[in-house]
């Protein structure tokens, strides 16, 4: 079916100057850009935007990154886009994704994995409401 799906470069991917790889990759593999804006997130920002993980471990050290510098948040539009995404990106953690990967090849942990995907049609809807207006949208269906 026709989606659409989240995707964030985080703050390490834009300060490797990755953007445009990742855009590439996008691209390449027929996801259509239909929204993106640069952003950088206060903390509260990314704490509501992770407030899933809210309880995890991980989720304090997780915001404070993900708030230490810009970002560049897209909406990705095409055919299965939520799973496409994520096969483009590879396992969160890089050591385990795969070459030929976004995280596989380009991340550095997992916690600076490069990019984030939403994990379900469900939460993308939710996602791409927490940073884009209707109007804000852009399809390339029309
Ligand atoms: P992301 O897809 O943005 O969703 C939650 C993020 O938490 C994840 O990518 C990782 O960057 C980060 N994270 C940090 N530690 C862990 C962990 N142990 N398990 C899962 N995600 C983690």
Excluded: W
């Amino acid at each position: 079916a026709l989606e659409r799906t989240l995707s964030i470069v985080k703050p390490d991917g834009v300060q490797k100057n990755l953007i445009g790889e990742v855009y590439r990759r996008f691209e390449q593999a027929g996801l259509k850009i239909v929204a993106a804006r640069m952003m950088h997130l206060s903390l509260a920002q990314a704490e509501g935007f992770y407030a899933v993980h809210r309880e995890r471990p991980f989720f304090k050290d997780l915001t404070k990154y993900m708030s230490s510098g810009p970002v560049i948040v897209q909406v990705l539009e095409g055919e299965n886009a939520v799973a496409k995404n994520r096969e483009l990106m590879g396992a969160t953690d890089p050591k385990k994704a795969d070459k030929g990967t976004i995280r596989g090849d380009l991340a550095a942990s997992i916690e600076e994995n490069v990019a984030h995907g939403s994990d379900s049609a469900e939460n993308a809807k939710i996602e791409i409401a927490y940073f884009f207006a209707a109007a804000d949208i852009c399809p390339r269906t029309r």
